[in-house]
């Protein structure tokens, strides 16, 4: 049998992509500006200050006082509207509210805000010190920010989950509806060309693509953030194409009957909107109630996510990961058998 | 064997729509075959059936004399195709898609500098497709469909949307194409396309063949080679020059009651002075009179009621 038509195919493929301005830019140079956009906004900044409105009003300058010039704190003085509008914002995430001598301060907050929890302890502390109370155990602060362990570290295993994803959704299967639409596939299929070619020559050019974006990605990260992949870098590798597979039969399988490239948006979103929320891209997946975690750890997304980020954060083994593995498996299997099945050329 | 191609009693339903209703046809190895119509008429459905992209509902259909059931790439490899408007790899250029589509024939292919040169499109062959000029792209797509050297190309409405230069450029590469034996089927809503390029034409209206010749003998079928246009002041009915010596049929045409006539005629020499010395008779003014050769238009027009330009 004669695979010429595969490496053609496959070579078109590649050209086309790099005869695309914007194919090369959503696959490697987006990637890159959220890494870097995320990365500053959750850099860790020593010990952040964290902003405190004090509501105008008697008794309001002297904890305004009792506040400045306090570490991790900056607190400023503002009138009651200003106060609530700045909570509802986010700007502050307490509020001080003085009353008169004798009667109790008040803390405004937002409780299921972790870090608003812990402004009203320190805000408290620092108050209660500076009214005269004294601290029976004495206590001292070290760092202690392990490798690999913050934000940015955590952040870019999940984006290369969603850009691989991304380029299976918008790169190929909605290319591949596109000349649906365009009677390219109608045109080829009326070629003897064997057919598998076609549908095999996107998995082909992955072997160029996935190498490049996992570089692409993770040189990057280590040049401006100082990720560093403890685990090993064929893991990564060899995970990230186990992951490209399973994300192309979803792909093809959103893409085996759409007649135009509208359907094609509307299921690629469906089938990519609801992973970039449940499968742990931007922040944990743990955040969700127990009853759903069964059911997230299940998405090919999340599976590939959690992986990834055992041996990029933990310098876990690839073998370590057999769930995750076995779960992207049969993403991969179930849906390239479906999609060939169901598959139209016209 | 003479057949090409054998259709009998096709039948295509998109619900309760029959696209193609019943057709029978036949095309001989080495003619230039037209599927002459209106849009909407059925002619791609019918070709897309006999390329083997369409499914019929039912009757019969040999390409080459095989049926699409079976091994579908060995006749694949034996026809070449043109779809109507096709787009192909926008950023690829015009050698770079005639290379691609070179590595899917398994047997014989013509080389890619020949389809340059015989297409005209060497000079464009190294730019995308993207950027090609409409006459440039179609050439390019029956470049494309006769890269496997195929047995029959079926080329689909060719000119449609060309410039009349590329539409001309065009008929003499598929003239030259049925010269060197190959079979051609073209479907067609010109007329003058058809009768230009083709040697035997089925007309078909709502999925039905409607007439079956040369041009010639449908033409001749209306009755008479030539066509006379004749509006007179008053008014006169058809009857009243039906009889007229050399007129072999009269009918009304145009709108309102205002209307022309129609005649056809075989030998305007013979017929037209009896017609004057008619008109006279009758102390009928021509204010408007027209001797033309008939077209395969006017058979559609005879057939029907419509024009084939009518959509």
């Known amino acids: 049998m004669s695979t010429k038509s595969l490496w053609a195919l496959s070579g078109v493929r590649l050209k086309l992509f790099f005869r695309e301005p914007g194919s090369m830019f959503w696959t490697f140079g987006f990637p890159l500006l959220v890494t870097v956009a995320l990365g500053v906004a959750f850099r860790n900044q020593g010990q952040s200050q964290t902003p405190v409105a004090v509501v105008d009003g008697p008794g309001a300058a002297q904890v305004a006082a009792a506040l400045a010039g306090q ?6 003085v503002v009138d009651a509207a200003e106060a609530t509008r700045e909570l509802r914002t986010g700007a502050v995430v307490l509020a001080v509210q003085a009353a008169a001598p004798g009667a109790p301060l008040v803390f405004k907050y937002d409780p299921s805000r972790p870090e608003a ?3 009203r302890r320190q805000v408290d502390d620092l108050l209660q010190i500076h009214a005269g109370r004294h601290d029976t155990v004495p206590t001292r602060d070290e760092t202690a920010v392990a490798q690999g362990g913050r934000y940015v570290d955590w952040l870019v295993p999940g984006l290369l989950g969603l850009q691989l994803l991304n380029g299976a959704m918008w790169g190929a299967a909605f290319n591949i509806v596109n000349a649906r639409q365009r009677k390219l596939l109608k045109r080829l299929a ?6 598998g070619h076609y549908l095999l020559s996107y998995r082909v050019s992955g072997l160029v693509f996935v190498p490049l974006q ?4 993770f040189a990057f990260a280590r040049l401006t953030f100082g990720v560093v992949i403890q685990g090993s870098a064929l893991a990564v590798l060899g995970l990230a194409f186990l992951g490209s597979w399973a994300f192309a039969g979803l792909g093809l399988l959103c893409a085996s009957r759409a007649q135009n490239s509208e359907t094609a948006n509307g299921l690629i979103n469906l089938v990519t909107l609801p992973m970039m929320v449940f499968s742990g891209v931007f922040f944990s997946s743990a955040r969700f109630p127990s009853v759903l975690q069964p059911a997230i750890r299940l998405l090919p997304l999340t599976a590939f996510n959690e992986a990834l980020r055992h041996v990029v954060n933990d310098g876990a083994s690839l073998l370590s990961q057999g769930f995750p593995l076995a779960v992207l498996l049969a993403w991969t299997v179930i849906t390239s058998f479906l999609a060939v099945r169901l598959f139209r050329w016209t | 064997m003479d057949e090409a191609i054998l259709i009998e009693g ?23 075959f037209g599927i002459l119509g209106p849009n909407g008429a059925g002619k791609t459905t019918t070709v897309e059936i006999l390329e083997g992209l369409n499914e019929p509902t039912s009757g019969k259909v040999e390409v080459l004399g095989r049926t699409w059931t079976g091994q579908p790439e060995e006749l694949r490899a034996r026809i070449g195709v043109a779809l109507q408007e096709t787009k192909l790899f926008d950023r690829l250029t015009v050698e770079e898609t005639l290379r691609l589509f ?9 080389a890619v500098e020949t389809l340059l040169a015989e297409m005209q499109l060497e000079e464009k062959r190294a730019t995308w497709v993207m950027k090609l000029s409409g006459g440039q792209r179609q050439r390019l797509a029956v470049a494309l469909g006769l890269v496997g050297d195929p047995e029959v190309l079926f080329l689909d409405e060719p000119t449609t949307g060309l410039d009349p230069q590329s539409r001309r450029a065009l008929w003499d590469t598929i003239a030259a194409l049925r010269s060197r034996g190959k079979t051609v089927v073209l479907t067609t809503h010109y007329m003058d396309e058809a009768e230009r390029l083709c040697d035997r034409i089925a007309i078909v209206d709502h999925g039905k063949r409607i007439a079956l010749g040369t041009p010639a003998e449908l033409i001749d079928r209306i009755g008479g080679a030539h066509l006379v246009e004749i509006t007179t002041d008053p008014p006169l009915p058809p009857e009243a020059l039906a009889d007229v010596r050399g007129v072999r049929q009269a009918r009304a045409v145009g709108q309102d009651q205002q209307s022309s006539l129609a005649l056809s005629i075989d030998e305007p020499h013979v017929a037209l002075p009896a017609l004057i010395a008619r008109l006279a008779e009758r102390r009928a003014q021509p204010t408007r009179l027209v001797s033309r050769t008939a077209t395969l238009d006017d058979v559609f027009l005879t057939m029907t009621g419509r024009s084939l330009r009518e959509d």
């Not at chain 2, 096709?10 to 019943?22: E, I, N, S, T």
């Open chain 2, 102 to 110: 070179a590595t899917f024939y398994a047997g014989r292919t013509l």
């Open chain 1, 190 to 195: 009326a070629t003897p060309m064997r057919r």
């Open chain 2, 10 to 32: 096709l039948v295509k339903r998109y619900g309760d729509l029959a696209a193609v209703d019943g057709l029978d046809l036949e095309v001989r190895r080495g003619e230039c």
């Open chain 1, 71 to 76: 570490r991790g704190v900056a607190a400023r």
């Open chain 1, 117 to 119: 929890q812990a402004a």
């Open chain 1, 214 to 217: 996992v570089f692409v990605l």
